[in-house]
């Protein structure tokens, strides 16, 4: 006789040895593919910093060149105007060397009717500067000339 017997499988929990290599393989897939990308992120992320540096760095130098450019011009514009005022006071001494130099008087003149002639024209030119036909500066002119012969 035969009894009843069961038969019983017992059922495994979880996944099989398959099961668990493909889900091994899926989490290394995704972490080396989020760290590839972490990876890309970072590096790109570092590159723009340092391109930004860069930059202002290059800005800086740029500034400093431009401000350093500015000055020598500056110096030499400086340097120019100093030249140009020694050179208005050189012709200003020789000026007042010519002006403050007495004319040289003529040696008296041998012929007595020139020295008649001369005193006689410079009194006419006495009485147009009276009268004010002549100025005191053309007055002078004149009377250096009479008596320079």
Do not use: C, H, W, Y
């Amino acid at each position: 006789m035969r009894r009843n017997a069961r038969v019983t499988v017992n059922t495994r929990r979880g996944p099989g040895l398959a099961g668990t290599m493909a889900r091994t393989a899926v989490i290394a897939g995704t972490a080396t593919a989020v760290s590839t990308k972490t990876n890309q992120a970072m590096t790109q992320s570092a590159q723009a910093k340092q391109s930004a540096q860069q930059t202002q760095v290059q800005a800086l130098v740029d500034q400093q060149v431009a401000e350093q450019m500015a000055q020598q011009q500056a110096l030499a514009e400086q340097q120019a105007l100093q030249q140009q005022l020694a050179d208005q006071q050189a012709q200003l001494q020789a000026l007042l060397q010519q002006q403050a130099a007495p004319p040289v008087p003529a040696a008296p003149a041998a012929d007595p009717n020139a020295a008649a002639m001369r005193i006689t024209k410079l009194q006419e030119l006495a009485a147009l500067r009276d009268a004010g036909i002549l100025t005191e500066a053309e007055f002078e002119v004149e009377k250096a000339r009479i008596l320079a012969g």
